[in-house]
């Protein structure tokens, strides 16, 4: 099910003042005036865990600001075999300004709030405003070192690795509103344990065997099978191999 909402009043965009997007994302880019004008052609809206966002090979019409939740990126062979291939986060950009179709296809994989905007309007306002643009190749460009990064993980660590570093990208990203400098969080498991594995390369036995592990070893621990708490980020991110 979807929820729709207009994200514009008549006066200033009130929802954009407190919006992750609007402060540290793309939109934080833009002026009042162009805000506004955004705005006017913008709606929120929140889907279900499960619903596909963007389908591959589908005509792209729009694009969309990530408000909260996570969203799972996959590539599909020609068999109907699917490899995830990334994950976004609020507040991250989700689509590719000038594409006429989409080349990857995104899934809602928890519930995802969504701020949603048409393609002519955003590649409109990227030629009037260099900031907007420079902010959006910013972003391309943290996503090719992440994916870079997760090349080192998924071809030169350990099991045991992968699942650390599976579980502290997850905790220094799910929450935007998190202080940097925490030392201790705690998360809902956005992926199912067969995601998990599918997107580090390993068995679902083995994912779940090196959980247990790292929870024995009280570097996190887990309730209800998907709630985790970690106490100590630093250590996390050693067991990672960072």
Known sequence: MTVRQDVHSSGTP?????????HHGVCGALDPDQLMGL????????????????????AVDSYSNVLSGVVKLTKSLSDGRQQIVGLQFAPDFLGRPFKVESAINAEAATAVSLCSFPKAAIERMMKESPELEH???????NELDEARNWMVTL????????????????????????????QSTSFDLPLTRADIADFLG??????????TRLRSDGVIRIENNRHVTVDNLNRLQRRSGA
Do not use: Y
């Open 135 to 141: 902010r959006l190749l910013k972003q391309t460009l």
């Open 155 to 182: 071809g030169r660590k350990s099991a045991s690795e992968k699942v650390a570093s599976f579980l502290l990208m997850i905790a220094r990203n799910i929450d935007p509103a998190l202080d940097p400098s925490a």
């Open 14 to 22: 009130v929802l954009c003042q407190s919006c992750e997007a609007r």
């Open 202 to 211: 390993l068995t679902i036995e083995t994912v779940s065997r090196q959980l």
């Open 39 to 58: 705005a006017k052609t913008s709606s929120k809206h929140t889907v279900e865990p499960g619903a596909e966002l963007i389908g591959d090979t589908e």
